[in-house]
C-alpha cells in the first residue's frame, strides 16, 4: 500500500502532495536538493521522504503498476518477455569520485555509463550503472542478470557493441537470445534501425530531465543532498 499523502507533508499543490511535486522538480530541472523553491517543503522534508520511499520500494512499486497498465492498454501482456538492450555514457560532475569513473574513448566522455534494458514499447525494466571505461559487451552481463532474475524476458535485441562473447555467455547461462540487429551494409545517413531506436528514445526520454543528463552522485545507488 503507497504511503497516505498526509504521511508526506501538506500542503498539497493541484492534487498531489507538495513532496512529490518537489521530487518532480529537483529530476526535471536538475538543481540540487538544497536549491529547491521556498515554495516547496524544507529541502530536508524533501530528501527524506525520497530516500523513504526508495528504501521501501515504493518507488519501484509504482513503476511496475504504471508499467503493466501500460502494457495492457496497448495489447499487450502485463509481463514483457522481450526487450532492448542499449548504453549511454554521461558526464560526471566533480563529485563522482575516480574509483567508480572512467574514460569512454569512443564517445570521449569521462564519467559513468548507464546500461538500460527496456521493453519493446521503450519502458525501463532495469538500469545498470558502470564506470563509462566499461565495454558494452561486458558491462552487459550484470543487466541482464538482473533482467532474467526480475522478468520473463528471455530474448533481447542489441546493437553490433554487444556482439560477440556476450551473445554466447547470456545463451549458455541465462538462456536468454542476445540478437544484434545490425546496420545496412549500404546505409548511407541516418537510417532508424528496427527495434533498436526503441532503446535509443528511452535513453533520450531520459536526458530531457536534466538531473539525469549529467551525474552528480557520489555513489550510483545513493541519491545525496
Excluded at 525494466?125 to 558502470?130: A, F, H, K, Q, R
Aim: charged residues 25%; glycine residues 8%.
Amino acid at each position: 500500500m503507497l504511503p497516505s499523502p498526509q504521511w508526506m507533508g501538506r500542503p498539497e499543490k493541484h492534487g498531489r502532495p507538495a513532496v512529490i511535486d518537489a521530487i518532480l522538480y529537483v529530476v526535471r530541472t536538475g538543481c540540487p536538493w538544497r536549491y529547491l523553491s521556498v515554495d516547496f517543503p524544507p529541502w530536508q522534508t524533501v530528501y527524506a521522504h525520497f530516500t523513504r520511499l526508495n528504501n521501501r520500494g515504493v518507488t519501484e512499486w509504482i513503476l511496475t503498476e504504471l508499467h503493466e497498465e501500460v502494457r495492457l492498454a496497448r495489447g499487450r501482456q502485463p509481463e514483457p518477455t522481450a526487450g532492448i538492450i542499449d548504453s549511454q555514457s554521461i558526464k560526471g560532475s566533480d563529485t563522482v569520485p575516480r574509483d567508480s569513473r572512467g574514460y569512454d574513448a569512443g564517445k570521449k566522455i569521462n564519467g559513468r555509463k548507464r546500461l538500460i534494458v527496456t521493453d519493446t514499447l521503450g519502458l525501463l525494466v532495469t538500469v545498470w550503472v558502470l564506470a563509462a571505461s566499461w565495454q558494452d559487451r561486458d558491462g552487459a552481463k550484470g543487466a541482464l542478470l538482473a533482467t532474467c532474475a526480475a522478468t520473463p524476458i528471455r530474448h533481447v535485441f542489441a546493437d553490433t557493441g554487444f556482439a560477440g562473447r556476450l551473445v554466447d555467455w547470456a545463451r549458455d547461462l541465462l538462456r536468454t537470445t542476445v540478437e544484434i540487429v545490425r546496420e545496412p551494409a549500404d546505409q548511407r545517413g541516418f537510417v532508424v534501425h528496427p527495434r533498436r531506436w526503441v532503446g535509443e528514445r528511452t535513453l533520450a526520454w531520459i536526458t530531457a530531465h536534466r538531473r539525469l543528463a549529467r551525474d552528480y552522485e557520489t555513489y550510483p545507488a545513493h541519491p545525496r543532498p
